[in-house]
């Protein structure tokens, strides 16, 4: 279980954004920026209109790095394929409660498996959805963009949805963001009691990854400070 405690406010860096030539130098590039988590956006061309990696991609770079691997599941059947990302070195999973027939059951098997659990949920889907599973789990997914693509637009409708999750779970559970996360949309997200920020082309469609980095550690701060 390596997900960070509670109380601090991560910057995950998200690998579609990366360069997949060279996908273990771009890591090390956000690790040595101070980043703790990573995440993996795992797509089947079947939940969302994408395709992006698997299992492997993830067992290869999980010797190349000491980060906390974030994997989202983007996928119909994530109890089919839970226990391959486990394998592969995964420290997280989240899947998409739009897509899980049994999520406690589901969320059990992460337990058991020896990993944190997470769920998601899309834009257009109500908060009410995570009310029996979110109290077992270590983290909430609030999508900012309708999952599938990087690059998009963040839904300015979804910081009050953040809000109403962090009513709901409390100060225990971290809050996810993902889409279009920006230093012009990190304040929003934090006032409304967001901790854990995916970013993927603010980190690496930018060819100073340190300075990304260390940009909207500032702003956080700045946030913070405000809260
Ligand atoms: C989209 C993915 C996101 C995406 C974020 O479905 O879940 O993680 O890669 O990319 P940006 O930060 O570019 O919106």
């Given amino acids: 279980m390596r997900l960070p405690r509670t109380g601090t406010i991560e910057i995950v860096p998200s690998v579609l954004a990366a360069d997949f030539g060279c996908l273990a130098a771009e890591v090390a590039q956000v690790e040595a920026a101070g980043v703790k988590m990573i995440q993996f956006d795992i797509m089947d061309g079947h939940f969302v209109p994408n395709i992006s990696f698997g299992p492997p991609i993830v067992a290869a770079l999980r010797p190349h ?35 899980a027939d049994r999520p406690l059951d589901l969320v059990e098997s992460l337990h058991k498996a020896g990993v944190t659990a997470g769920v ?15 109290p077992y789990c270590e983290l909430v997914l609030v999508m900012t963009v309708h999952p599938g693509f990087g690059g998009q637009e963040f839904i300015p409708q979804m910081a009050e949805k953040v809000r109403r ?4 779970v409390g100060p225990a559970t971290r809050i996810e963001v993902d889409g279009g996360i920006t230093p012009e949309t990190v304040p929003q997200v934090v006032d409304a009691g967001a901790d854990t920020l995916v970013a993927g082309t603010a980190i690496f469609g930018t060819t100073d990854r340190r300075a990304a980095v260390d940009g909207m550690r500032d702003v956080i701060e700045q946030a913070e400070a405000r809260v």
């Fill in 120 to 134: 998601a949920l899309n834009p257009e889907t109500d908060v009410l959805r995570i009310i029996d599973v979110a």
């Fill in 165 to 168: 999750v962090r009513e709901l």
């Fill in 65 to 99: 790095s000491t980060l906390a691997f974030d994997v989202h599941l983007m996928i119909s059947e994530p109890q089919r394929y839970a226990e391959a990302f486990v394998r592969a070195g995964a420290d997280h999973i989240t899947f998409h409660i739009e897509t």
